[in-house]
């Protein structure tokens, strides 16, 4: 994508999960991310098993139920039906978006 080449957001796959590590902390630090970020092992389980391909939004509830899919991202990213399916998850209110 454009946009990525210009922001310098574009990296050779990792081969190595300590490559992956270094690349899964530049997401949160520059798009300021506050949630966390799950780093999925160098194997790529949890890609296989979500199709999380190029990068998807879930929302996995108890045993392992996907409760919530986006389309695929980020054009697909719908982060406020991913936060009414959360808040039904976990049954409780989540706290507000702020901007600060």
């Not at 796959?13 to 520059?30: D, F, H, M, V, Y």
């Not at 799950?38 to 296989?48: H, R, T, Y």
């Not at 990213?77 to 978006?97: H, I, M, R």
């Amino acid at each position: 994508m454009e946009s990525n080449r210009k922001d310098k957001f574009v990296f050779n796959q990792p081969q190595s999960i300590e490559e992956r590590r270094t690349l899964a902390k530049l997401l949160p630090e520059r798009l300021q991310y506050r949630l966390r970020v799950a780093l999925d092992p160098i194997q790529g389980p949890a890609e296989k098993a979500y199709s999380a391909w190029p990068e998807r939004i879930y929302v996995i509830g108890k045993g392992g139920r996907i409760e919530y899919k986006a389309e695929p991202g980020p054009f697909g990213f719908k982060p406020d039906e991913a936060e009414a399916s959360l808040k039904q998850v976990v049954g409780a209110t989540l706290p507000a978006n702020s901007s600060d």
